[in-house]
Every structure is written in C-alpha cells, then in structure tokens.
Nanobody
Framework: QVQLVESGGGLVQDGGSLRLSCAAS????????MDWFRQAPGKQRELVAT???????NYADSAKAQFTISRDNFENTVYLQMNSLKLEDTAVYYC???????????WGQGTQVTVSS
C-alpha cells in the first residue's frame, strides 16, 4: 500500500522560507516520478515541481526561481525547498507519486502553507 505523508507546512511571513517533506512508504521515490502540486483556495490544483528517477527536475514557471525539489533515497523522502515566499504561494501542497509505466497517481493528504504579509 502506497502512503505519502507531507509535513513542514505552516505560517510564514512574506519573503520567508519553508521546506516541505514527503515521506513515502510502499513506493521507492528513487525509481518513480515524484511531484509536488498545490491548490490555492478557489483554484485548480497545479503542478509545481517534478523529479524523475534519473534526477531530472522540472518546475512550473511560477516556481522556477523560488522552489527546489530534491529527494533522499536513503530516507525515501522527497523535499520541496521554498524560498522568497509570496502571498500567492498560499495553498495546500500535495506530494504525488506516479509509478513508472503506469498512469496511476498516488496522493498525500496535503500540507497547508500560508504566507502572511
């Protein structure tokens, strides 16, 4: 059974930083596609960052200058380092895993990030 557990969200001031973690079980983060998505109030869920099994990373245009996705294969955990946070980064952030060769996507429960002025 695949489980993804996000943590690290919270309240941060405009310009601050947070690091989100996604601890995985039942799936190996190092050999599958791992994503971070976010969903702001009243908006659709959007892809923020992706890391491939060979370590290639891709970012939404809105995230390129601020966010860094990484993983620790030993800890089987994926991270999202978020710097220079803005009010518009307020959202629930979700970790997702897509096993190679499938279209199945597993989701975590999400972690709230709130940026205040």
């Amino acid at each position: 059974q695949v489980q993804l557990v996000e943590s690290g969200g919270g309240l941060v001031q405009d310009g601050g930083s947070l690091r989100l973690s996604c601890a995985a079980s039942g799936i190996i983060v190092g050999i599958n596609v791992m994503d971070w998505f976010r969903q702001a109030p009243g908006k659709q869920r959007e892809l923020v960052a992706t890391i491939s099994p060979i370590g290639n990373t891709n970012y939404a245009d809105s995230a390129k200058a601020q966010f860094t996705i990484s993983r620790d294969n030993f800890e089987n955990t994926v991270y999202l380092q978020m710097n220079s946070l803005k009010l518009e980064d307020t959202a629930v952030y979700y970790c997702a895993a897509t096993p190679l060769g499938t279209y199945t996507k597993y989701w975590g429960q999400g972690t709230q990030v709130t940026v205040s002025s």
